[in-house]
């Protein structure tokens, strides 16, 4: 609707996770270096969480896709599954034939090939997404999964993506076992004032705006406190307030169109504080207006 109008080669604000507008801010630049580095430790258990909307998938596919190939990668997306639906998705991944395995077949089958993958000089890595909605008889398999090693180092790791619900389950203490293997995690935290700014310009810049910026310091401000500085949720504030633009005609996004895209959109932060600190600060004005007119008179007479 609104790219030509901006120059735009692609929309810069979509709800999808698109790679090539990865800008690189700390929080997550932070979480792919832990990743990084677990790998390079041979770590069993990795665990990356952060609230919805916060880049979890984002993480997860710039992690995908850098995996260097000395890696057997084995990702399960959906593990809402019971412990022998679970072994048998990564079965599947590991090209082993399920047809007419029984569980104990299954499990040595999966441990036979995975000595295979390691004694051909590779690493398999286990990524799972959405951990937080797993059971706990299928958290057990995944422990035990992870047990499995040589004499020198583990044969297998596995790294866990999960909402803040999964740091919840593994504080209860029949999950104390593989809560303690796991070396380390990180929490993506939302974004800054700062950072939200920049990320704004960021990502109209990449998806070839090359005019003033069309967020300015105090809309960009505004998207960070309707949004928490959550990303997903400054995508859609700053999509609508572009749309907003577009039908006014201007290349600026204002204040009031932030507030406008924000009264529109779910779960937006601090609506209301904000709101009506517009609204005391419009109050404000307008009896500093009347006083100073009030005052003008006693002058004049």
Request: proline share 4%; hydrophobic share 40%; charged share 25%.
């Amino acid at each position: 609707m609104y790219e030509k109008f901006f120059g735009l080669e692609q929309k810069p604000f979509g709800l999808t996770p698109n790679t090539s507008l990865y800008f690189g801010l700390p929080p997550h630049e932070e979480a792919v270096q832990v990743l990084d580095e677990a790998l390079r430790e041979g770590e069993g258990f990795i665990k990356i969480t952060g609230e919805v909307g916060t880049g979890k998938t984002m993480v997860l596919r710039l992690f995908l896709s850098r995996l260097a190939d000395e890696f057997e990668l084995v990702y399960i997306p959906n593990p809402v599954l019971s412990p022998d639906e679970f072994k048998i998705s990564i079965a599947r991944e590991l090209d082993i034939d399920t047809a007419n395995c029984t569980t104990l077949s299954l499990n040595d089958d999966i441990n036979r090939k995975l000595l295979e993958i390691h004694a051909a000089g590779r690493r398999t890595v286990l990524v799972i997404d959405e951990v937080q909605s797993v059971s706990e008889d299928t958290l057990e398999a995944i422990r035990l999964l992870g047990n499995l090693e040589t004499e020198h180092d583990k044969i297998i790791q596995i790294v866990l993506f999960g909402q803040p619900e999964l740091d919840e389950m593994l504080d209860k203490k029949n999950l104390r076992q593989l809560r303690q293997r796991i070396a380390f995690s990180y929490h993506l935290r939302p974004l800054t004032e700062d950072e939200t700014e920049a990320y704004l310009n960021y990502r109209m810049q990449k998806s070839g705006y090359s005019g003033k910026p069309v967020f300015g310091h105090r809309p960009a401000g505004d998207i960070f406190r309707f949004s928490g500085g959550i990303p997903r949720l400054i995508n859609i504030i700053a999509n609508k307030s572009l749309m907003l633009a577009y039908g006014y005609g201007v290349h600026e996004v204002s204040c009031s169109m932030v507030r406008e895209a924000a009264l529109d959109t779910v779960d937006v932060r601090n609506i209301k504080s904000v709101m009506l600190l517009y609204i005391s600060l419009g109050v404000f004005l307008l009896l500093a207006v009347i006083g100073g007119v009030i005052l003008s008179g006693g002058v004049f007479e």
